[in-house]
């Protein structure tokens, strides 16, 4: 266990819960988190709402939370290279446009789930 973090039991999930709502605080001001929101809130109302099997609602809804999710560790892993350094680095690069193409396949996959669902 980390030096930092001794907490144990019922203490230290509340301790989580905290932090996860401070989080969430914090991402949803970022530009890119909010916009991702705003794209798949009705994204998933609209997979909820259509006459789609069980199952395809969901991969369409799951498919939103993954994008959702990859985005938040992109934003962070931009947030901590920007920490360690505002000077151009090959790796940094590296670093911030993996992260971009993570999101990039998450969002190729909610087109693809959502075309599969729609036409297929």
């Known amino acids: 266990m980390s030096e930092f973090n001794k907490t144990k039991g019922l203490k230290r999930i509340i301790n989580t819960l905290s932090y996860s709502k401070d989080g969430f605080k914090v991402a949803v001001k ?12 009705p994204l998933m109302g609209l997979a909820l709402w259509l006459d789609f099997a069980l199952a395809v609602k969901m991969m369409l809804v799951a498919g939103s939370f993954l994008s959702l999710i990859v985005e938040f ?3 962070a892993l931009e947030a901590a290279v920007d920490h360690t350094s505002m000077k151009h680095h090959p790796l940094a690069k590296i ?3 993996v992260g971009s193409s993570a999101q990039s396949l ?7 789930l959502w075309g599969m669902a729609v036409f297929g």
């Open 73 to 75: 560790f992109n934003t």
């Open 106 to 112: 998450a969002l190729i996959l909610v087109a693809v």
């Open 30 to 41: 970022e530009p890119a988190i909010f916009q991702l929101i705003i794209l798949h809130l």
């Open 95 to 97: 670093a911030k446009d």
